[in-house]
């Protein structure tokens, strides 16, 4: 029985915060028995467990993550082909579902570029790569994306992205930088290590062949910098982004190219594993915005008002 | 001899570092020896040539402020119009020229409102005042003082502009938030006491009849948080918040009303001076972008780019 | 069988980033057979669940939360034992234990003040209250909890905690405030409503009767302010305040007090778990220090060094 | 006629946003009449003048600059007292007096290491270079020199100083990082070109050889990252780091070296006036702290207070 996309927000906030299954264990009607609440040696009951195993059970999910590809190089370039086979997007996805995400694609060439209403209402976490043919976006599909960012949902910038009308208009500079591609090598250093975008990686990332992308970079400054990167040819660039807009979270990550093989690199893998998992949507109040009733007892019988 | 508009981004970028010389100096040859005060055309004495140090008198300029208004509700309500005779913009304008700053206006009425290539280029900081008309603001124009910003120039953004395009497409986000009027009392607490946006301010700025703005604002998390306000029907505001964008510095400024007195205020006057002086551009490297030759020596026979 | 708490920094670690199963499974040997990999309806091999059944299976567990409290006004006052029957520390134990942590408490009075090396290696998030015993808590211990945050242990400073020394150390400022016990209302303000430690929180949090907190609070900027609070004497206080030092998340949270109900609140209570949630450390980088060769081949004849 | 330092925290304010005078009008007895207050055309007086000319005249100063040095390493290598014959503290003292800046040393030497409770409240910014004897450091002066920075006094940390115990107290984490003394090539690229402390630099500063510092540098992550540094080993730096602390400003940067002629470079000597400038005291409120009155009518009559 195919996985339906059903979960809501709220359904998923609750598997960041208790514990996270796989969604077929709503299906099968959730864990047998020997999963039930269980007590310690001093008779204490395990909350968590408790949690995640009676009253979570129907509404935990995986987080949904849609991988976005404008897909042209692959078609034009046979060199892109053999290095992604499935797309960019196929790569991406692919690296994703095999670290626990729920993953579909999405590209260019689809109607609504694959974005519709629909697919954002189930996305926890948009996933974008484009570099030739961003004017080609819809501005509609733009706004809806920015929309869906600004209500929560997690937005992942890669790579030539960083010149996308979406990460543009995010951002609200012109995001622009220097760049060379010249398979040089590239090193991103870890400057936050407690930062959960940083779990499971070394150090530094060393990337024998990378295309270099160089301050300044016009953006604003990150809310939190967590990777910085260096470049044989001697540029410096803040390649690990972190954001907040509305109640959404966003993360730009530098690496990643169509004519080498950066998606393919485990390490790479691993910190757009963990940037799914930060920028999955959380569970927090809807602000309300507009005329508002005072709280406390206040005189309102001020009637200047010219509107 | 009128003042023409000389002063470059460069030269007014010295005056910040060493000290502030009238713009007829430029045009007339200098200071004499004596080093005394001189009059401009119009008579007015220019207090910062008593700062004359002979080395620097050819590059350096007063902070040039141009004062945007829409100027709709002075033309439609004769309450506003009692309270601003010369306009919003003519208050504004005229608390800064009294505390140092050559200030000139533009209003939405205007031929391209006033903002001209010609006027933007000429302008260190822009102070920003719209409401009732923020869709009439021509898309060209908001896109010129957005491309004039990024460059360089500071903008104040003034009450209800945390509406207007120009601020919303630097921020990213919807800029909304709960409003209430009531007349009820503002208390502006600075929460950053070392920021010269703060200086000769109080602990607080009391106003006893304001809008009520409320949180949750739709905003970027500021750089610098300025000042938080505490509303009597129960609310708070991050009411001063400072944020860089490209290599522009913007400033958003809560307080200010149409049928308020608020820009009679001595101490947001104050505010509105001390943010001129933050705003004002800076001398830093105009960044290059694009395709960079390598500075180090690196192997460029890589040959797989497919554009 | 009795939990053992054994589980390290990095087994912790991976429980955030893949699966939260209780720590008995480690000694029980791992799960069974049915908890064996599975394939949804399609075929696919649900990864997550892979990785946590069998990779995983014995090195995760439960937050481990250590409740720190003075537990000095409880002793001496029959109002606030009234209050806490079973001190702060077990209402805020209690709270978090119902919402799935592991925790213990610790108190002033015990050897080493309940904070061994030994408890501390073994703790994820430390929760600190404190206010008429500030000085008597011993320099050696201050030191070894600054050591475990900065390494990565999670840290919640409860408001007077503000002024303690371990808060004080690891913010470098005087932490110090304004503040009047009045039985007044509190209202706290969702400012990030994308953050996880708002999440299913309201708008804002109402406390009917709180010590008031004012601005100026003497800290270092947040690095994300969560909570901003408006109390009804007129005063506003950035009251949920996160920050990163070395590996360790540290949050500050305002309201509590010895006399007012405020860690029976269940509002209250869901922050102090999402704290603790967003606080528990993560599985980055080890940072290394000190003399490092060089990655890329220098020159590295140069023999100037003087030391 | 020596030069009395008679200047207050808030006679320096007036000179940051009117003009600097050199002390040596105020020896000279001040400006003479022709520069009093004035009136312009139209009969407004012109405000800043008679600020600047009559109330302030006695009072505006130049920003005075302390420049301390452990000074040990020029008194034991010959090669080091070859380099700066005046001590580092010489060459950075002598820098910033051409660059307009009232400058005084210290060294560890003196009684009090030079700096005396007098010198401090003279002091607008303090320099601090510190590389062999950062525990010969008495711990009063360093709790001083942290009073006074939170106080609003600036404080600039140089190189080596990134470990020393007023620069670990006031940032609360260890400040460790990597090194290496191969006389290696960094380039400082210039990431926020709209910061002063960029004014007047190209978008990169290039030093042929140097001392390599590389990341993770223990710091909280900086209020502002001005620059951002590449070094030939593969490392790269966060080199200069804004932080706002109490009322004071902070800057660290990292170039400077005892073996390498780091201080007598151009660009760097710019860099250290830059952030003279930014650093130096404002004006804003001085806060109070402690028990407050409400603002507000408020029900004061409980009395559940247990001290």
């Known amino acids: 029985m195919p996985l339906a996309r059903g979960g809501t927000r709220t359904e998923h906030s609750t598997l960041n915060r208790v514990a996270r299954y796989p969604r077929e264990m709503e299906a099968s009607g959730g864990f047998d028995d020997k999963r039930a609440p269980v007590q310690n040696a001093n008779g204490r009951t395990d909350c968590r467990l408790a949690n995640a195993v009676t009253a979570e059970v129907e509404t935990t999910s995986m987080t949904r993550v849609t991988v976005w590809n404008e897909n042209v190089h692959e078609q034009e370039h046979e060199a892109v082909a053999d290095l992604y086979p499935d797309g960019i997007h196929g790569a991406i996805a692919s690296a994703l579902a095999e670290r626990g995400f729920d993953t579909e694609t999405a590209t260019l060439q689809e109607p609504e570029h694959g974005l519709t209403e629909d697919v954002l209402a189930e996305t926890d976490v948009l996933t974008w790569w484009g570099h030739a043919a961003h004017d080609q976006v819809d501005d509609e599909v733009v706004s809806r994306v920015k929309e869906r960012v600004l209500e929560g949902m997690g937005l992942i910038v890669l790579h030539s992205g960083h010149y996308s009308k979406i990460f543009r208009e995010l951002m609200g500079t012109t995001c622009s930088l220097k760049w060379r591609e010249a398979a040089e090598t590239e090193r991103l250093w870890v400057v936050e290590p407690g930062h959960p975008i940083a779990d499971g990686v070394e150090e530094y990332i060393e990337l024998p062949e990378t295309e270099m992308y160089g301050e300044r970079f016009d953006i604003p400054a990150p809310d939190t910098l967590v990777f910085n990167s ?78």
Chains 1, 2, 3, 4 share one sequence.
């Open 230 to 307: 260096w470049f044989e040819g001697g540029e410096v660039f803040r390649s690990g982004c972190c954001y907040r807009r509305g109640a959404g979270r966003i993360f730009y990550f530098r690496p990643g190219h169509e004519t080498y093989p950066i998606y393919h690199n485990e390490a790479i893998q691993q910190v757009l594993a963990n940037a799914c998992d930060w920028a999955a949507a959380g569970n927090g109040p809807e602000p309300s915005f507009g005329n508002a009733d005072p709280i406390e007892a206040i005189d309102e019988s001020d009637d200047r008002s010219v509107h």
